[in-house]
């Protein structure tokens, strides 16, 4: 299974790049929910990556203000990318309906780093609606520059067709009805989504 997008030469093409549909659900109740959910995702040369996540949640729960609150207990989309080949590291950025989001870096679930503690760039996070088929979802553009990944590996990282390791996440810990969506599945209940040995791959061409 592996997710395959493109680099585009100016802006994304988003009618041109694949939604990837989050339809693994894990560690479900009596009374599952799962919540329509898709993800994109491109590059840019000379820019960086975008993104794109949205979920057809009803009401969903917003309680987070600040920047690295637990964002995942409101309805949250997540990201998570282990970009650089060789390094385990990985990425996670995980967001609201609102646009506020939390941000880490390491190699495993603990002992993780905020990137504000780490780096001088920050992503760069706008929240959107979407109307489709008679149906509202709340969703997520995101930016991750070539210069902010270079600070965060600490190494120049320039943007290029390549495969790399990752997964896209719908949750909501403290929502009405808690639910775990996965792109790639995901295995251990103690890890969640912190298992880079269940990251799925994404290539760019």
């Known amino acids: 299974m592996e997710y ?12 041109c790049v694949p939604s990837a549909i989050i339809e693994h659900w894990h560690w479900e109740g009596d ?7 898709f993800a994109q995702l491109c590059g840019v040369y000379g820019k960086g ?9 009803e009401n969903p729960r917003c ?3 600040k920047r690295d609150d637990p964002v995942y207990q409101d309805s949250c989309l997540e ?4 970009l650089v080949p060789g390094n385990t590291a990985y990425i996670n950025i995980e967001m609201n309906c609102k646009g506020v989001y939390l941000s880490q870096f390491g190699k495993k679930r603990m002992n993780r780093v ?3 503690d780490c780096c001088k760039l920050e992503p760069v996070v706008y929240a959107f609606e979407l109307e489709e088929d008679g149906g509202t979802a709340w969703g997520i553009e995101l930016f991750l520059s070539e210069d902010l990944v270079s600070e ?8 290029q067709p390549c495969t790399f390791k990752g997964n ?3 949750c909501g810990d403290k929502t009405p009805r808690a639910h775990y969506g996965a792109y790639f599945p995901v295995g251990s209940a103690a890890l969640g989504f912190h298992n880079p040995s269940k990251f799925g791959s994404i290539s760019l061409k």
């Open 4 to 15: 395959s997008s493109f680099v585009f030469s100016n802006s994304p093409k988003w009618a």
């Open 31 to 37: 009374k599952p929910f799962r919540p329509f959910s």
């Open 49 to 57: 990556l975008f993104v794109r996540l949205w979920s057809f949640e």
């Open 63 to 65: 309680v987070c203000t």
């Open 79 to 82: 990201l998570f990318l282990q």
């Open 114 to 116: 905020f990137l504000k």
């Open 152 to 159: 965060i590996y600490g190494m120049e990282y320039t943007l």
């Open 168 to 170: 896209f996440y719908k």
